[in-house]
């Protein structure tokens, strides 16, 4: 299994400019979630879905979009970038916490984004 | 939301020495997970641990989950332990991971 796997690794953007930040896990996992992390805090909620065909928001959703078509994949769109958008970006897999009682989370490796 | 609260903030130990982390949140949960995350950024999972005890090598977790707090215990520090430590947890009928803020470990050789 690889797990969950994110690209890119790095990207840089100039203000204005929409990109998307692909996510896929191969574990069967319902609940998929994508946080961004900035210099020295802990992870924050930007959206989330808990199957295919539905999405919620999370902490800080302003700014992206998702959508959720199969259970494997789950894309972060920035629509028009933003140096505030400027951060680390983390998606994450479960099984659903409401279908069952282990919904251990696991991270894939990150996309380090950088908007001018 | 439910309130993640990590102590100590920073931790600086020499190499060898022993360590308690600590991780108190305010409602009940159905997930507790340590992670740890390496200079290079990525986030390890330690322990899924919403309640009980469990031991990994030179490292254990507790969860007390009706007192509302989780402990991390590091023995026999190395310096490829430094990082930080994060605690993240899910309330109770929710489905949201809720970070603490982390505690940031450096280990001297």
């Known amino acids: 299994n690889a797990g969950v796997t994110q690209t890119p690794k790095f990207q840089v953007l100039k203000t204005g400019q929409s990109m998307t930040l692909q996510c896929a896990q191969d574990m069967n996992h319902e609940y998929m979630s994508w946080y961004r992390q900035d210099p020295g805090m802990g992870l924050r909620l930007i959206h989330y879905?808990?199957?295919?065909?539905?999405?919620d928001q999370g902490e800080v959703p302003n700014g992206y979009n998702v959508s959720r078509s199969t259970t494997e994949d789950f894309p972060l769109r920035l629509l028009s970038a933003a140096p505030s958008q400027t951060s680390v970006y983390f998606c994450a897999s479960s099984y659903s916490p409401g279908r069952s009682s282990y919904n251990e989370q696991f991270f894939g490796p990150g996309t380090r984004l950088t908007v001018l | 939301g439910i309130q993640v609260e990590q102590s100590p903030p920073d931790l600086i130990l020499q190499e060898g020495a022993n360590s308690t982390l600590r991780c108190n949140f305010s409602?009940?949960?159905?997930?507790l997970q340590w992670f740890h995350q390496n200079p290079w950024g990525q986030l390890i999972n330690l322990f899924y641990?919403?309640?009980g005890t469990k031991q990994n090598g030179r490292l254990s977790a507790t969860t007390v989950a009706t007192e509302r707090y989780s402990l991390l215990y590091i023995s026999s520090s190395q310096t490829t332990d430094s990082g930080v430590y994060f605690c993240a947890v899910v309330r109770t009928s929710g489905s949201r991971l809720t970070f603490g803020e982390g505690t940031q470990l450096t280990v001297n050789p």
């Open positions: 641990i919403p309640s």
């Open positions: 879905s808990v199957g295919a065909g539905i999405t």
């Open positions: 409602d009940s949960v159905n997930n």
